[in-house]
């Protein structure tokens, strides 16, 4: 029955199977640690929401301001090399987590993982473009996805149960060996090297290598057109994260439910990687990906509208916990895994290191003053008009998105040397 899916035709070559196996171990260990890490902080140390957002600024900063450097050595150095390299060393920190004692020593070792996960995603990404034929990367693309969406559903249950019953720190070692197994299931690919990169290895090279990621972004009309689309919802996303439960909470979402609907916006991501990888091959991947904030901005306006005009009541909690958070995590789920094929699309192999950690690295650090600025948005505003400003925000950049599809289908710059 899998076999005759179209999503799962990457899934016939043996290299991505290697390839992706290995994500699906990692992803999992990747929640356990996060998982622990709460535990850890919040209810062992009990420490506060600020303890809590600078281990979230380790988790992010670091690997976005590297990752444009270390995309460079990505398109140099053999992939499976790094990859494995990364995996026995974060096995190696994460392992040190057992051992922290307080909370620089955790901000510490989250940031260099973060530095050693920055060397690794361009690296994976290469690897992809380089284990599956042109006609299958939207399924290999969607595969990763749903790697990453599966990992957020099940992540949690696991876990939270490990931590419950062995505690954080045994948390901390499973995430550990899924590095070592993940290196594992690397070990069996060959180097994966690209064509040789023109400039060799000279520092002025390097510089100009390290440019030519932004500049390919600029010069490919799809890549310029989705990047700037996924900004645009980085930064409104971003700006929603801090306002998302309590508009929730505004609505009558409840405790009871809270924790139920972020299950339903789980499968709403896993839903829209099966979907766009079975059918997506159907409209551009601009369409999808517009077509996906279009969805997101309707959402966003409509509980900000019900926030704004103080409708409540049960009925609404129920539409709002669970069809709306599917519906959102469909949108969502569906412009990821657009914007992911379409870097993946329009970038060939000795360029794709550079150009996925460029794209990564933008559309981490531009939406970082977001949460701020709604905060400070709402307080001056009111919650439900924030809301609902942020989902017209983003509806005007999927009509953009949209209106440029043409123009992004046409012809492109040349490739930069």
């Known amino acids: 029955m899998l076999g005759r899916l179209a999503l799962f035709s990457a899934l016939r070559h043996s290299q991505f199977r290697q390839l992706f196996v290995g994500q699906v171990v990692s992803n999992l260990g990747d929640w356990l640690t996060l998982l622990a890490l709460l535990s850890l902080l ?19 900063l670091p690997g976005a301001v590297v990752g444009p450097f270390a995309g ?48 690794f995603f361009p690296a994976q990404q290469s690897a992809i473009r380089l284990t599956v034929p042109e ?81 390919y972004i600029l010069g490919r009309r799809v890549l310029l057109v989705s990047v700037g689309g996924t900004i645009a919802l980085g930064v409104i996303a971003g700006a929603t994260d801090a306002l998302g439960t309590p508009v929730l909470k505004a609505l009558g979402v409840d405790e009871g439910m809270l924790g139920p609907s972020f299950t339903a916006l789980g499968f709403g991501y896993v839903a829209a990687a099966l979907a766009v990888g079975e059918r997506g091959q159907r409209l551009p991947v601009i369409a999808v990906l517009g077509l996906a904030l279009l969805a997101l901005g309707v959402l966003f306006v409509l509980h900000g509208a019900a926030v704004a005009l103080g409708l409540t009541g049960l009925l609404l909690a129920l539409l709002v916990a669970f069809p709306a958070r599917l519906l959102f995590g469909m949108s969502y789920g569906a412009s990821q895994v657009a914007s992911a094929y379409a870097v993946q699309q329009q970038t060939p192999a000795e360029f794709m290191g550079r150009v996925a950690a460029t794209a990564r690295s933008l559309v981490t650090i531009v939406p970082l003053p977001a949460p701020l600025l709604a905060a400070l948005l709402a307080e001056r505003w009111g919650l439900g008009q924030t809301y609902a400003a942020a989902g017209v925000a983003l509806g005007a950049a999927a009509i953009g998105v949209l209106a440029l599809r043409t123009w992004a289908l046409g012809s492109d710059s040349p490739r930069p040397d």
């Not at 919040?42 to 506060?48: A, F, I, N, S, V």
């Open 72 to 119: 460079v050595w990505a398109d140099r150095w053999s992939r499976r090399t790094i990859m494995i390299g990364c995996d026995l060393a974060r096995a190696v920190v994460v392992l040190g987590l057992i051992w922290a004692r307080d909370l620089p020593t955790v901000v510490v070792l989250v940031g260099v993982l973060s530095l050693i996960s920055a060397f």
């Open 42 to 60: 919040l209810y062992e140390w009990d420490l506060g929401a600020l303890a809590w957002a600078a281990v979230l600024t380790a988790i992010a």
């Open 135 to 215: 006609t299958d990367l939207l399924a290999a693309s969607s595969l990763s996805q749903l790697a990453n969406y599966g990992a957020r559903l099940l992540g949690p249950a696991l876990g939270g149960a490990l931590v419950v019953f062995a505690g954080p720190r045994a948390a901390f070692g499973a995430d550990s060996f899924s590095f070592l197994l993940s290196a594992a299931c690397l070990w069996q690919l060959p180097p994966l090297r690209g064509k040789a990169i023109a400039t060799g290895n000279n520092s002025s090279g390097f510089w100009q290598e390290l440019r030519s990621g932004l500049a």
